[in-house]
Every structure is written in C-alpha cells, then in structure tokens.
C-alpha cells in the first residue's frame, strides 16, 4: 500500500489549501482514508477522514473550514481547508486505518509541507 | 477533546539500552492506543495498536502495556533506528488525538 500526497506547496492568506492523496495497493472502497498534520507547535493533529459510504468525520476545530472528498475512479481523495492563515503552516499527511476501533494509521504518505504566506 | 500526555519529554540512551515511555490519558481509553515511530523527516510509522498488539512485521523488542488511562512502550535493546520520536494516540472517541512526543536520542 503506498499513498502519495499533491499539492501546491505555498498558499497565500485566507486562501484555500487543496491536496490530493493518491493511494496504491488498495481500494479506497474499503478502510477510513485520513489527514493529518503536524506542526511544530501543536505536534500532530488528526484533520478528518473519508469512507467509502460517503460519510465524513472532521476534527471539531477545523470542522467549519474542511471537506474531505474523493473519486473512486481515480483511487484518491482530498482535503480542503478554507481561510487559511499562517496557523495552518504544517506538514500535512494522508493516511489509512482500518474500520476496527482499537486500529492505528497504519499506512502514510511521505508528507507535504504546506507554506501559507503571502 | 482527550488530552494525551507523554513522559518524558526526551531521553538519551545508548544502542542496547533499554528504555520505557509513559503515555496518559485525560480519561479512559482502554485499549484504544497506538504507538508510532517518527525518525527524523519521515512520517509516522505504527508499531503497537490496541495498546499491547504489535503489528505485523515490527520487531518484538517493542512491547506495550498498560489499561485505563495509563500505558507504556518498552524498547528492549535499541538499535540506531530507534534513535527517533515516539507517539501515542488514542482511537476511543473523536478527535483522534495523539501526544506530544518523546524524543530518543543518543
């Protein structure tokens, strides 16, 4: 299983942030795909996750500003992340968890550093 | 939010040490824990799940431990790819929330 992250790098101020997290090896039809991000301040910090049903999850304190979506035919999904200020500076990671409650994310992508700055 | 805490902070160790992180949680989490590996530049890696289930393909000198709200990860005989940062986070309830991080170090 290998998940590739895309986007631009830097984005300006009240802008939005758009990735894309390309999964190989594995259906997108079956586990919770993730983002995360890290920064050096608030360490890493779950964003959101995306089923196969359609259904959504979102981290209450980006909730207003993020949709995760994705295209089965393209085996990807993606993050928005609307308004963005310099806080939301960071390395941003897509990963994979199973559908069982006790799992972990056990597949990442190797990260994108998102600058946001004018 | 559940708040995760880790202790301690950072250590230094040697190869063949052996060394304990103590993860805590603001509230019952039981066994909803996983730990991860960061070497530096590189993503997470999971190494336990279900607080002491070590995952396929990862060397059994991890080993976890712990109930409630309290847990730990052993490192039996570090090696110099143990040299990294390790997490704890909790699945129990949304938001997924992850400590802060112990640094291994030399």
């Known amino acids: 299983v290998q998940l590739q992250e895309t986007g631009p790098g830097l984005v300006k101020p009240s802008g939005t942030l758009s990735l894309t997290c390309a999964v190989s090896?594995?259906?997108?039809?079956?586990?919770?795909w993730n983002w995360i991000r890290q920064t050096p301040g608030k360490g890493l910090e779950w964003i959101g996750s995306?089923?196969?049903?359609?259904?959504?999850s979102y981290n209450p304190s980006l909730q207003s500003r993020v949709t995760i979506s994705a295209d089965k035919s393209k085996n990807q999904f993606s993050l928005n992340l609307t308004s963005v200020t310099a806080a939301d500076t960071a390395v941003y990671y897509c990963?994979?968890?199973?559908?069982?409650?006790?799992?972990?994310?056990?597949?990442w992508g190797q990260g994108i550093l998102v600058s946001v700055s004018s | 939010d559940i708040l995760m805490t880790q202790s301690p902070s950072s250590l230094s160790a040697s190869v063949g040490d052996t060394v304990t992180i103590i993860c805590r949680a603001s509230?019952?989490?039981?066994?909803?824990l996983s730990w991860y590996r960061q070497q530096t530049g590189k993503a997470p890696e999971l190494l336990i799940y279900?607080?002491?289930s070590l995952r396929s393909g990862v060397s059994s000198r991890f080993r976890g431990r712990g109930s409630g709200t309290e847990f730990s990860l052993t490192i039996s005989g570090l090696q110099p790819e143990d040299f990294a940062t390790y997490y704890c986070?909790?699945?129990?309830?949304?938001?997924?929330?992850f400590g802060p991080g112990t640094k291994v170090d030399v």
């Open positions: 509230q019952i989490i039981d066994p909803y």
């Open positions: 090896g594995n259906s997108i039809t079956s586990f919770y």
């Open positions: 986070q909790q699945s129990s309830s949304s938001p997924f929330t």
């Open positions: 990963a994979r968890r199973d559908t069982a409650r006790v799992a972990g994310f056990d597949y």
């Open positions: 279900a607080a002491s």
């Open positions: 995306w089923y196969h049903t359609g259904a959504t």
